[in-house]
């Protein structure tokens, strides 16, 4: 069994900043690409951020230069530091990890629960 655990998530003003956490837990073997997803009420949910195995980084246009994704090998974490915020920043916030849980298992791709982030204007 697997599980992400997602927290951070809070209500902020503008030009604030918020840190979510994803930590992965149970049967992990190894980890690739780790990502966050947002989703705002009435949207389709949208890529955020990504960071390789390798530790290379992409970002959505929409949040470069605010946003910064990291990850801690040792924790199974990755992490969203958002500064600047903005009101349109306002989404339920969710991790996905492509792992491999055992030697002998594929890549699964599995999805944390959310955590709601609200930016006030």
């Known amino acids: 069994q697997v599980q992400l655990v997602e927290s951070g998530g809070d209500l902020v003003q503008a030009g604030g900043s918020l840190r979510l956490s994803c930590a992965a837990s149970?049967?992990?073997?190894?980890?690739?690409?780790m990502v966050w997803y947002r989703q705002a009420p009435g949207k389709q949910r949208e890529l955020v951020a990504t960071?390789?195995?390798?530790?290379?980084?992409n970002y959505a246009d929409s949040v470069k230069g605010r946003f910064t994704i990291s990850r801690d090998i040792a924790k199974n974490t990755v992490y969203l530091q958002m500064n600047s915020l903005k009101p349109e920043d306002t989404a339920v916030y969710y991790c996905?990890?492509?792992?491999?849980?055992?030697?002998?298992?594929?890549?699964?791709?599995?999805w944390g629960q959310g955590t709601q982030v609200t930016v006030s204007s």
């Open positions: 996905n990890v492509g792992l491999i849980a055992t030697p002998l298992s594929y890549e699964y791709d599995y």
């Open positions: 149970g049967s992990i073997f190894s980890i690739n690409a």
């Open positions: 960071i390789t195995s390798g530790g290379r980084t």
